[in-house]
């Protein structure tokens, strides 16, 4: 049977899989070893140092592959890895075009690290595609996009995008930590690397900090191979195969995780106490004819606002939460609650924040796969005695 045209939700569990050859184990064993022997000088079975390649990784780069419709997948230390090594494609005096408004580790990493290597980011809006020709330049090597972003939920066209850069020797990356492949493949919208921070949804359990690339070209893929291996931050066994144990009910997981949040952000919406809830299922946000249009479902993240502008309120409303647990993070079976002033955006100057929408009495919820009636009680209940 070909493996190629699967599903799905029959890939998370089988893609690019191969059955283990020593003893049919049907879990990739956690190859433990930084080392393989050579059966002679220069020659060994398929692997030789675990930097390179490791067997378990290998697992997790062909699930991450499928999933994206790739050829090609790589694993890293962390998400911030995954984008440090498709950084290091550039050269200096090369030009990024970014979203506006993306997660407060990428803008600290283009700003305080890639910009002292002489390269520039420019942060403009892409709300439509158009809008990019007038910020094309020369220089212009690359455009980064998150769709939908952190934590403003706004989506970008990267079909439209695509398009627009198509005749130029541009690469288009899409951070697609939030949305996952069950919702949105941006390689078959036209991207060339899809990058994950397979810390959220892909793990799934919030138990790994896990990077990923998909690309589905050859040559590219042969270029960060070379960085995978010559920088290091390769993604080690065990946290290989936890990510692998993860993706195989990514499906489930997810279509569970939109179902909650969809009945939480209509909730959230009808509440007296809430002004504004940012979620792309709505019919009135601006982007709903994008989400429609390239993703299967509007996600499980939203954020919102309380009437109240003041600071004690929102820290109120947060420690009252008993199931949405305060923390960094998202996308595992649990709930949790964010603030992203001073949490996933603090490392963002003041300014830049306020610009994007990022106000101090922002909340952003990951909302988990709890039973949905008792996600909801949680909220009410902080947010009725929030006087
Ligand atoms: N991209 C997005 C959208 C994220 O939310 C995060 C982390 O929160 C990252 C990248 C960085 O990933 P990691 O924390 O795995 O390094």
């Not at 962390?78 to 290091?88: E, H, P, T, Y």
């Not at 493949?185 to 793990?203: C, F, N, Q």
Request: charged residues 20%.
């Amino acid at each position: 049977m070909d493996k190629k045209g699967l599903k799905f939700n029959t890939k998370t569990i089988h893609g690019g899989q191969a059955l283990e050859k020593a003893y049919g184990a049907v879990m990739p064993p956690i190859y433990q070893t930084s080392t393989f022997a050579q059966t002679a000088p220069g020659e060994h079975l398929g692997y030789g140092y675990a930097r390179g390649a490791n067997p378990t990784r290998t697992a997790l780069e062909n699930s991450l592959a499928s999933l994206e419709n790739g050829t090609h997948g790589f694993a890293f230390g962390s998400g911030m890895a995954a984008i440090d090594a498709v950084l290091k494609l550039l050269r200096p005096k090369d030009e990024v075009l970014c979203t506006n408004d993306i997660y407060g580790g990428s803008y600290r990493i283009f700003k305080g690290i890639f910009e002292h290597y002489g390269i520039t980011f420019k942060f403009v809006d892409l709300s439509n595609p158009t809008y990019i020709k007038q910020h094309l330049s020369t220089r212009t090597k690359m455009v980064w996009l998150e769709s939908p972003t952190n934590p403003m939920m706004q989506l970008v066209d990267i079909a439209g995008i695509a398009n627009a850069i198509a005749d130029k020797d541009i690469l288009l990356v899409v951070d697609n930590t939030f949305a996952t492949p069950y919702l949105q493949r941006p390689l078959d919208l036209g991207a060339d690397i899809v990058m994950h921070s397979a810390t959220k949804y892909l793990g799934g359990h919030s138990d790994v900090v896990v990077g990923g690339l998909i690309v589905k070209e050859t040559a590219l893929a042969e270029r960060i191979k070379f960085i995978q291996n010559s920088s290091g931050a390769i993604c080690g066994p065990m946290d290989s195969f936890l990510t692998l144990r993860g993706i195989k009910t990514l499906h489930v997981r997810m279509q569970r995780h939109c179902e909650n949040a969809e009945r939480i952000a209509y909730f959230l919406k009808e509440h007296p106490k809430v002004a504004k809830v940012y979620w792309p299922g709505f019919a009135e946000h601006p982007n709903h004819h994008i989400a429609k249009k390239q993703m299967s479902h509007f996600g499980a993240m939203l954020s919102f606002t309380l009437q109240t502008e003041a600071m004690e309120h929102t820290k109120k409303f947060i420690s009252r939460l008993k199931l949405f647990t305060l923390a960094e993070s998202l996308g595992g079976v649990e709930s949790l609650v964010g603030h992203p002033a001073t949490m996933s955006h603090g490392s963002m100057p003041e300014e830049e924040r306020l610009k994007n929408g990022i106000t101090d009495n922002l909340i952003r919820l990951s909302v988990g796969i709890e039973a949905v009636e008792d996600l909801l009680n949680d909220l009410s209940y902080a947010l009725d005695e929030n006087d």
